[in-house]
């Protein structure tokens, strides 16, 4: 998510409702998405309709995405974790040490730079987080269909970004963002992703980090 990263690093905030939603932010896009998709649909009888996707992990994950601007080009890569048992997610954008850690639990976006031993901690980007397993609470959504990204099944949604554009974006049955479009353009695409327990360590702040104030755009 260049725009997510480029945001946090610099201490402001974003605006979203999900963990699936902060990584769609990435490029260039500011939404609350979810889904599960009638093609999925067909070949996995377990999934049942719904009129709204899931748009919170309801499984620990690790997953890796390409982002990339409106006009086309690759803008970078970024790693998502997640833990679902306390609703924590790091951020770990390509190319540089700096990453993030929200707890929806605490409210908090930390923005770690281990270059400079700094942290900075500001509000979370949303005050309300959909529960694992329940479709997204607000917001409207039209499904679309199914598709396949980085070898898992989802459904694509079509529904709109905070300045009203619609984006169609493409869920897992349990609440894996892996693709987002608009006009046509995939913006964001999962690269890979794996279901493993992930660990209290690889959300812990490190210790002796100085405090600084977040940045103002």
Known sequence: MPQLSAQAAQGTQTASASPSAQVAQGAGNSIATG??????DAGNPAVAP??????????????????????GETVMKQ??????????????????DL??????PEH???VVDPDRKTESVMPAPSQGLTPPGHPALVGSYARLGGSVVAGERCIIWRTRDADGHASDVCYTADGLLLQVAQQG?????????????????????PSGLKKV????P
């Open 35 to 40: 889904g599960t998709g009638a093609g999925a």
């Open 79 to 96: 790693r998502m974790r997640w833990q679902v048992a306390t609703l924590r997610q790091r951020l770990d954008p390509g190319g540089s």
């Open 213 to 216: 104030a977040p940045a103002r």
């Open 50 to 71: 719904q009129d709204a996707p899931f748009i919170t992990p309801s499984v620990d994950a690790d997953v890796l995405y390409e982002l990339t601007s409106p006009t």
């Open 108 to 110: 908090t976006l930390t």
């Open 99 to 104: 990453f993030m850690v929200t707890s929806w």
């Open 185 to 205: 353009q995939i913006t964001v695409r999962a690269l890979h992703v794996s279901r493993v327990a992930q660990p209290d360590a690889v959300f812990a702040i």
